[in-house]
């Protein structure tokens, strides 16, 4: 369908709204990721640029501490998330046809919510 | 509810002696027996362990050797005879329990503006994403971000951007001058709730529009192109030509939200643990459960709740003519 301009441009203006709202808290978590010490203290909407090499050697330092440093349960904690999916997943995809056949078989309404 | 006309597809013959159908009995069972036990074993259970302790005694110490409590966690009513003479009335359990409606209230006011708020929202994105514009793979990759991230990591994650002193909500608000001060949006028993809510809609949003953009897709498009020739005014094509036919889609999208948001649990206990305002049901009855350790009061509580959300859906079903067997027709 042909819109008038007036309405492309509100159109778009939503888009872009609804992209702004989705995307910003998560950019906020990233940029917030990248930042150390009191810089946790001061709002900004832009990433904080390292501006000598020793900020920058410390960039990743969130990062690091989560993956290798403290007691570094990190690692197992994503190796725990990919063995239960998997085995989710496998399990569901044996169960799921057999639950559709119950839906199907079942007269009663209520075994609807089984 | 009507199923008369979609029903059993799997055993159409008229039941006879027939020896071919005989088997096809059994082998239909043997096939679907590992199912069954397991619901028996994953859905039955508990929920019988569940009611059972709710009439029990039991507590995180001692559930396995409960005693049967007749219905006290439920209702009860004593007299006690004081030394003094004078005679103390005491009633008490879930049903006469202030916190536990509170809680109740707390829920379907949080469940009834939260689903209406995503399903309007929700409804606006995915006629959005109906439409064709530059970008829109992008779009539809970038709206479901919100859905993808953890319930509990995106509780962490507004927390801090509704942190009252270094939050960045409260920046931006201040900033565009539509608040004059700094607010706990958390802590601050009036704010909690819409802080609750927001979060949420902007967590489920998502999920209502991949719902509701399945439905929209699902309308041929030649009744938009009879209407654009008959040149209807868009806002008549949508409440005469949209609504009506993405309102079976709609309504099964409605129902699994809404039975999804009557039990939320993580989002509020991680954004406002202890705001009156804000305990819902299934956090009330956990806290009854483990930190009061009254497992069968919280027992109790899950019942009640349980069967409240078993009565929504009832109603539901009646008044909005849902069939979840044949989805969309």
């Known amino acids: 369908m042909k819109r008038s301009l007036f309405w492309n441009v509100m159109f778009y203006i939503f888009v872009a709204f609804v992209v702004l709202e989705s995307v910003f808290p998560f950019y906020y978590a990233i940029i917030t990721s990248l930042k150390t010490g009191s810089q946790i203290f001061y709002i900004t909407y832009l990433p904080v640029i390292p501006t000598s090499q020793a900020e920058f050697a410390h960039l990743f330092d969130n990062y690091y501490a989560v993956l290798f440093s403290g007691n570094g349960t990190f690692l197992r904690n994503i190796w725990n998330s990919i063995w239960v999916s998997t085995w989710t997943v496998a399990v569901a995809l044996f169960l799921a046809p057999q639950q559709l056949m119950l839906w199907r078989v079942s007269a009663l309404p209520v075994a609807s919510f089984c | ?329």
């Open chain 2, 1 to 329: 509810m009507d199923n008369s006309t979609t029903l059993p597809q799997l055993a159409v013959e008229t039941p006879s002696k027939n020896e071919l159908f005989e088997t096809r009995r059994r082998s239909a069972w043997i096939f679907l027996s590992p199912m069954i036990v397991t619901l028996l074993v994953v859905a039955a259970f508990p929920l019988a362990r569940s009611i059972w302790f709710s009439f029990s005694d039991a507590s995180l110490l001692h559930f396995k050797e409960a005693g049967f409590n007749g219905i006290k966690n439920y209702y009860f009513h004593k007299t006690i005879k004081m030394d003094s003479g004078a005679i103390l009335d005491k009633t008490g359990g879930v049903l006469v329990d202030a916190d536990w409606w509170n809680a109740v209230w707390n829920t379907f006011r949080f469940g009834a503006v939260s689903v209406a708020l995503e399903t309007i929202l929700g409804m606006a994105v995915a006629l959005m994403l109906n439409a064709t514009f530059k970008g829109r793979g992008f779009v539809r990759a970038a709206i479901l971000i919100p859905w993808a991230i953890p319930t509990v990591v995106s509780a962490k994650m507004w927390g801090w951007m509704l942190n009252d002193q270094l939050g960045i909500f409260n920046d931006i608000l201040l900033k565009m001058h539509i608040i004059s001060e700094k607010i706990a949006w958390t802590a601050d028993a009036s704010y909690s709730m819409f802080a609750i809510v927001m979060v949420d809609t902007w967590k489920t949003m998502p999920f209502m529009a991949l719902l509701i953009l399945a439905g929209l897709q699902q309308i041929p498009s030649d009744v938009y192109e009879a209407a654009e020739v008959d040149g209807i005014h868009p806002l008549k094509v949508f409440w005469k030509i949209t609504l009506p036919l993405v309102r079976p889609a709609l309504m099964v999208a409605v129902i699994f939200r809404m039975l999804d948001a009557l039990r939320i649990f993580d989002l509020v206990y991680i954004l406002t643990p202890n705001s009156s305002q804000t305990k819902t049901m299934a956090v009330i009855s956990r806290e009854n459960m483990f930190d009061n350790d009254k497992l069968g009061y919280g027992s109790a509580e899950s019942t009640v709740l349980f069967l409240i959300l078993l009565i929504t859906v009832i109603v539901y079903m009646r008044f909005a003519k849902v069939n979840l067997e044949g989805g969309a027709q």
